[in-house]
Nanobody, 125 residues
Framework: QVQLVESGGGSVQAGGSLRLSCAASGYTYRRYCMGWFRQAPGKEREGVAAIDLGRTSYADSVKGRFTISQDNAKNTLYLQMNSLKPEDTAVYYC????????????????????WGKGTLVTISS
């Protein structure tokens, strides 16, 4: 059974940093695409960043500020978020696909098959 568990959310002031983690179990994540999504209050869920075999993709709104990475030994996906803005406030979700490939906009080529429960990030001005 695949499980994705996010951690690292919290409240910080604008300009600050946070690092989100996603611990994966039951999933051969090194072979397929994984990503981070977010959903702000009253808005649709959007892709933030994706990674597949070392290749990365980012949404335009986070380029240059967020970095997605993987630690193969720990089966963990990360999202380093710097220069945070109030508009980054959202619930952040880790997700994994059963297929490889990424595309522009911080997305995997195909739909995501597994989702974590999310972690809340709140940025105050």
């Amino acid at each position: 059974q695949v499980q994705l568990v996010e951690s690292g959310g919290g409240s910080v002031q604008a300009g600050g940093s946070l690092r989100l983690s996603c611990a994966a179990s039951g999933y051969t994540y090194r072979r397929y695409c994984m990503g981070w999504f977010r959903q702000a209050p009253g808005k649709e869920r959007e892709g933030v960043a994706a990674i597949d075999l070392g290749r990365t993709s980012y949404a335009d709104s986070v380029k240059g500020r967020f970095t997605i990475s993987q630690d193969n030994a720990k089966n963990t996906l990360y999202l380093q978020m710097n220069s945070l803005k109030p508009e980054d406030t959202a619930v952040y979700y880790c997700a994994a696909a059963n297929y490889g490939g990424i595309r522009d906009g911080g997305l995997c080529n195909y739909g995501m098959n597994y989702w974590g429960k999310g972690t809340l990030v709140t940025i105050s001005s």
